[in-house]
């Protein structure tokens, strides 16, 4: 593989935190990762072949090693996650927002705050609420930090040394700032404060507030302010409403994750509590399938990218350990300023609340990966299990022998990636037989060589499926080793124990015996694999058995249909057909002229040559002269 031509630079490196980074031929950066240990890290690859299907992958597109070294592994972490951002290697999972809803930006780092919408989260040191959804929740609710606290919605550099308030202080939309004798920068100050609480959720103290002012305005008779408050007031219930569908007032601050991986990608739903109340659900996902990735590293990397622009409350419910769970910790806390915990609870209420996410994050993954996708890849899954494959079978290729007491023996191969058919890549074969071939004992048992366990001395079919099988799955493997691939996860033989021994007989001559191949029979529907004496039994309505039927089903139409084709060939071809100088024209006019084949082999020289020459004439009498 190409990282052991890394070898010697491997052994140079220290050992120290830091973060490498793995290159493709073409430059582009492919994996980044982080290390206590540079050296014994990046070493664990030298021996990690074979693992699973993402590390095999990228080990052989590995071309070039870059280290930076970090003075911690905390250092190291946050170093990462900037560069898997900023590069979005195709070996990391990079997670994405659910919906591009709008935030509210309190612009706590401008002398005096504004309220803005904002369509994404900037690590700029202002304070952001939100997302909102459905997303007029997010105006209305700056509309109502206008008319509650008087925030500014202006773009001037306020000094206070204004002469009068504009319109928005006439309207009761801004407390005037800018206007020094008007309204204090300590004034204003603790608007943005009453603001920031508006936005975190503390709305309880808020509505009675609003409550007692429409009652108040109502009974001063002064109707249009009262609108306004009882207007403000229903802004703030829906809100509050929106937010308190769950509740428990044990819950304190803190965030719940919960995770669904699976072969279509991967999807994060994180409960944000504040308070006791679920304040606001976000959901994180990949847009593309993640190759054999850990539950553990899929939620170590939703961690990072999930707080990268965000606070950490001070704990964090998750359904298991993520990946360097005491750095991600170290890394939270030095972030916040305070303690931060990573918790995974066993039992009670917060484990409720964590399976809770779970189930919402499973839910999302079947909406986001579309149902029928998703059930796809839960029968490959399934399949996976049963079979004890060492990866996801994505790309199935299937056999299937059609013949009809021996004539016109014909072969399909049907290709299955990621549980839909690949027509693009179907093959069908012509069973010709194979010359020249060693004895072996497996084919022997086979059926794949004669009786006395000799290779026949020259290509001739050979009647048995056994035998067809064995050819025809050498003949396509032995292709794709010329070719380089791609060699599929699993090969589905049509037939019992007999077919898929001849199979693996052709795959060890090849020296592929690392394939696996499973055999399905027909009428009972049973899988017959290598490793096991009894063949495995699934349910009627098991998807992986759904799946292999489907995938035998379209290899014995796809074979049938060649076959039918193959038959009507031969009826249609004459004896004429083997007479050099004849083509279907001359055959034609000669069987038009002479009635039939018997008319032209009683033709004379004279009657043939008068309708295609001398030269053929002569052919098509030394054709008949040879046959009895």
């Known amino acids: 593989m190409p990282i052991h031509e890394l070898k010697e630079q491997i052994a140079r490196l220290p050992e120290q935190p830091g ?6 031929a073409e430059g582009d950066t492919i994996y980044v990762g982080k290390a206590r240990a540079l050296r014994d890290r990046v070493r664990n690859y030298l021996g990690g072949s074979g693992s699973d299907a993402k590390r095999d992958a990228l080990l052989e597109e590995i071309a070039r090693l870059e280290v930076i070294v970090t003075d911690s592994v905390v250092e190291a972490l946050a170093l990462e996650n900037n560069l898997i951002k900023q590069r979005a290697p195709k070996y990391n999972i990079l997670l994405r927002d659910d919906k591009n809803y709008p935030y509210l930006q309190l612009t706590t780092n401008e002398p005096f705050p504004r309220v803005l919408v904002a369509r994404r989260v900037e690590r700029d040191g202002s304070f952001y609420a939100g997302p909102f959804l459905p997303a007029h929740f997010a105006r209305r609710t700056m509309a109502l930090t206008h008319r509650l606290f008087g925030m500014r919605s202006c773009n001037e550099v306020i000094t206070g040394k204004r002469g009068r308030p504009c319109l928005e202080y006439d309207i009761k939309r801004c407390i005037a700032p800018c206007v020094d004798t008007v309204c204090s920068a300590d004034e204003y100050g603790r608007a943005v404060t009453m603001t920031k609480l508006f936005l975190e959720g503390r709305n309880d103290e808020l509505i009675r507030t609003l409550k007692t002012r429409m009652l108040d305005a109502s009974a001063g008779e002064r109707f249009e302010e009262a609108a306004q408050m009882r207007d403000a007031m229903r802004t703030v219930q829906t809100l509050q409403d929106r937010q308190q569908k769950m509740a428990t007032a044990e819950l304190g601050h803190r965030d719940v994750f919960g995770l669904k991986l699976g072969p279509a990608g991967v999807v994060i739903q994180v409960f944000q509590v504040r308070r006791g109340r679920v304040v606001e659900r976000v ?46 910790e170290a890394w939270l806390s030095e972030r916040a300023g305070r303690r931060v915990r990573i918790v995974a609870p066993q039992r009670g209420e917060k484990r409720g609340f964590v399976d809770l996410a779970n189930r919402n994050a499973a839910l999302a993954y079947q909406t986001r990966f579309n149902q029928a996708k998703t059930a796809q890849y839960d029968a490959l899954e399934t399949l996976q299990h049963v079979i004890a494959l ?36 179907y093959r069908k074969f ?14 022997d048992r086979a059926g794949a060589l004669d ?11 050979r009647a048995d499926d056994f035998a067809a099988m064995y050819e025809v799955v050498h003949r396509r493997y032995r292709k794709l080793l010329e070719l380089g691939g791609p060699f599929p996860d699993l090969v589905v033989i049509d037939g019992g124990k007999g077919q898929l021994t001849a199979a693996y007989a052709a795959l060890e001559e090849l020296g592929l015996a690392n394939l696996v191949a499973v055999g399905i029979a027909k009428k009972e529907e ?15 309505t098991d998807p992986a058995l759904l799946l292999i039927e489907r995938i035998r089903d379209e290899a014995h139409r796809f074979a049938v249909t060649f076959h039918r084709r193959a038959r009507t060939m031969r009826d249609l071809q004459s004896e004429l057909d083997n007479v050099p100088g004849i083509g279907p024209r001359r055959r034609k006019t000669l069987l038009t002229t002479f009635g039939s084949l018997a008319g032209v082999r009683r033709a004379t020289r004279e009657e043939l040559a008068a309708v295609v020459g001398p030269k053929t004439a002569g052919a098509v009498l030394a054709f008949f002269a040879s046959r009895p």
């Open 19 to 24: 973060v490498y980074l793995y290159f493709n």
């Open 283 to 328: 959901e994180l996902g990949t847009d593309n399938p993640i190759l054999a990735s850990r539950e553990g590293e899929a939620l170590a990397a939703a961690i990072q990218q999930f707080y990268e622009l965000r606070g950490a409350p001070v704990e964090i419910h998750v359904p298991l350990d993520p990946d360097e769970r005491d750095a991600l």
């Open 390 to 425: 060492p990866a996801l079978p994505r790309r199935i290729e299937c056999f299937d022998i059609s013949t009809i007491q021996g004539s016109e023996t014909v072969a399909s191969m049907v290709v299955c990636e990621d549980g839909r058919m690949r027509r693009v890549d």
């Open 430 to 443: 012509r069973i010709r037989g194979l010359a020249g071939v060693e004895p072996d004992p497996a084919r």
């Open 451 to 461: 009786a006395a366990g000799a290779a026949p001395a020259a290509p001739a079919p």
């Open 526 to 540: 049973l899988l017959y694999t290598r490793d096991r004496d009894d063949p495995i039994a699934l349910a009627p």
